[in-house]
């Protein structure tokens, strides 16, 4: 159980004297104290043994649980925008040298936990991560989903742009071997699962594809989502040609600005 904190009762006399002088102290005190407090902390820290550790630890986990669990929906969206922004805020202040710093150090991090874990652990882990992935999905709006397989699709195709053609061929062959694989070790069960998802996925963009439009911007159709019509939603017109860097939209054929390099325009030689 965490201690009580008597100090932080509103009612008390002592509290309620510092909280004065607190709002009533300059920006140089204000820092003052706050270092002054820091160094206590650390001091401290420095002196605590490792069971006081992980006491300390163990507390204050708890108590963010019961606060966590105290907060009203409103409030969770509050601290997640705070935290958010805070974070936001660092980054940008960060030096290229301190950014990679501190995803070398996340990295090590990250490979000294998966080192460590058990196959079950793992297992755990990648259902939490999927039921969260599936989560977050399920809430995201269609303007949000094009936004996210946009920035996911400009990723991957930058990356492609930048592999060598010994690159590329590894890559296609760990993928093939990985699918490979994964064949083998599905059970039948599974492996009717995949082919059912795999035929559901095909009949919707079908049914995405054949919605009838012809004359659609007359007969409005208040239960259609108009959004989620393939033959609507074009993507933005943020693919370049490698070739001639012409702007285009998704659907468009790779000859269609300069028949694949064949064309050069005056004007636009890089
Ligand atoms: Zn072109």
New binding site residues.
Partial sequence: MPRKRTQLSRQTATAKRLRVLRSNETEDENMHRLAAQRAITEQNRARESSVDRSQRLASQNFRTLANRQRESSAERSQRLATQNARTMANRDRESSAERSQRLATQNARTMANRDRESSAERSQRLATQNSRTMANRDRESSAERSQRLASQNARTLANRDRESSAERSQRLASQNSRTLANRDRESSAERSQRLAQQNARSTRNRTRRQHNLLNAAFTYDCTVDYSELNDIDIGRMDKI??????K?WAAET?G??????KIRYPCAQI
């Fill in positions: 040609c490698n070739l001639c860097q012409a285009k790779p269609l600005c300069c028949s694949g390099g």
